[in-house]
């Protein structure tokens, strides 16, 4: 599960993503703000930014529309805003 402290009204993460898993999960918490996440989705008309925003909200159990991909659209490394 994604382990981000709810205390603030937003908050910015780093992510890194990996296309072509079998399962889309965490593959690893490299700090408070920092994860490399695993995708099934491939980067394909936007699917694998689609499924990476349903499962950030589903992990952090708030609506898809807090959360936003600010940087890195059409690359591995991605800026996330969520608001809570």
Do not use: W
Not at 28 to 45: G, T
């Amino acid at each position: 599960m994604l382990e981000i402290f709810k205390d603030e009204k937003k908050k910015i993460i780093k992510v890194k993503v990996f296309i072509g898993s079998s399962k889309t999960k965490i593959r690893k918490k490299i700090s408070e703000n920092s994860f490399e996440i695993d995708l099934k989705a491939k980067p394909e008309q936007g699917k694998a930014n689609e499924e990476l925003i349903k499962f950030i909200s589903r992990e952090l159990e708030i609506n898809s529309g807090h959360v936003k991909i600010i940087k890195g659209f059409k690359e591995r490394n991605k800026l996330i805003k969520i608001n809570f």
